[in-house]
Structures are given as C-alpha cells and as structure tokens.
C-alpha cells in the first residue's frame, strides 16, 4: 500500500515559536496534498493544501513547502499559538487514486503559553 | 452551511454483536467517503460512493462491514459480527461535485468500543 509518512509523532513548542512537521510520500501519481487538523472529538478540517505545480504556499501563519524530487512536504506553522494545540495530519490523493486520501499517522502538537 | 451530520456519536458493543452508524453529508455534495480512525493512527478509507454507486471499497473487510447509500444522500454503515479490533472512530466525510479540489469535509465521528 503507498504510504505517506509523517514525523515527528508529538511536538512541543513554546508560543510565538514555530511548528514543523514533516512529511514524505512514495506514491508519484499523488497532485494534491492537504494538512488536516484535528481537535479532540471533532472530525478532522482541512487547514492547507498544495498541489505539485508550486513549491511553498502560504496562508496566514500556516505555510506548506514542497519538494518534489524528495517527495516531501512540510507543515509550517509561525507564531504558534495555544490554540493550535491539536493533531495535525498530512494526506495525498491524486491519479488512479484520486479521492482516496492517504493519510500520514498524525502529529500532536502543544504549544505551551 | 450545515456540515456532515454523524449518529450516534459513542457506541458500546459486546464482540460479535451488531452496530449500525449513519452519515448525512452535506446537501448537494455527490461524494461519500467513510473512514476508521483507530486510536493515535490517521484516518483510513473504507469505502467511497459517487452519488449511490460504489468508487471504491478495496480496503473494506466485506466478510463483515456493508455499507449502502441509498438515493445518492444518506448513508449507513453496518459492521456483523464486530471483532475487538473494531473498536475504532468511524468518520464520514463528503465532498462536491463540481471543483476538483478534492476537499473533503468531515463529520465528527462515532467512536464505537467493542467490549
């Protein structure tokens, strides 16, 4: 099964400082590859996404670099607040998949006043 | 907008009983998607519709889950008989038909434990 591989499994960072996650994919077909955050007892919300065409989209305080021939993408987060205490989870979809989210293992992220 | 609607929300069983879940997905979304999230793991796809036809099932354990989605809306998922690794949140999530963003939008889930 193609997987998509994300570290580290928890983070902790102090507020005002920056949040990294990371992410590596196998399956090449993937063109779409969203950041999910999750709260305890809700359902997962799409945060960002990025397609293969660009190699770093911003929003706000939430940034996605990429970087295709690594098969990589990485989750930043500036200025990391308590409220961004959840489980963040990267996905792909794209090709004979598309649809499919192929979701990475999760990464709980606390951020401490 | 009113999101993907879930119930019941917990569910406790003895093993090899029975439980149902049911999704309503957002109005006029055409696709369906059920997942089972197991504790500290990401969300894994059981089954996708399109409208009421079946897109994809290869990772749904047929010899005991079924899931139907009559009239392209509502959609029920059945597990009989459930097993101890079964206890699981099962998420709904769907997503419209007319942009390829692939977004998809979830429900808060059923967080079934099976005794």
């Known amino acids: 099964q193609q997987q998509v591989k994300q570290s580290p499994q928890s983070l902790i960072v102090q507020k005002g400082g920056i949040s990294i996650i990371n992410c590596a994919y196998e399956?090449?077909?993937?063109?779409?590859f969203p950041w999910y955050q999750q709260f305890p007892g809700k359902g997962p919300a799409l945060l960002i996404a990025?397609?293969?065409?660009?190699s770093e989209k911003k929003e706000g305080r939430f940034t996605i670099s990429f970087n295709k021939s690594a098969k990589q993408f990485s989750l930043h987060i500036m200025d990391s607040q308590p409220g961004d205490s959840a489980t963040y989870f990267c996905a792909g979809t794209g090709g004979t998949s598309y649809g499919k989210l192929t979701f990475g293992q999760g990464t709980i992220l606390t951020v401490h006043p | 907008e009113a999101g993907v609607a879930q119930s019941p929300r917990y569910k406790i069983i003895e093993k090899r009983q029975s439980v149902a879940f049911w999704c309503n997905p957002i109005?006029?979304?055409?696709?369906l998607y059920w997942y089972q999230q197991i504790l500290g793991q990401g969300p894994k796809l059981l089954i996708q519709?399109?409208?009421?036809?079946?897109?994809?099932d290869s990772q749904l354990p047929k010899d005991r889950f079924s899931a139907e989605r009559l009239k392209g809306v509502d959609s029920t998922l059945k597990i009989q008989p459930a097993k101890l690794e079964d206890s699981a949140v099962y998420l709904c999530?769907?997503?419209?038909?007319?942009?390829?963003?692939?977004?998809?939008?979830f429900g808060p889930g059923t967080r079934l434990t099976v005794l």
């Open positions: 109005s006029g979304h055409a696709t």
């Open positions: 399956n090449t077909a993937f063109d779409y």
């Open positions: 999530a769907s997503s419209p038909p007319w942009q390829r963003t692939d977004t998809q939008y």
């Open positions: 519709f399109q409208n009421n036809g079946v897109v994809d």
């Open positions: 990025i397609r293969p065409d660009v």
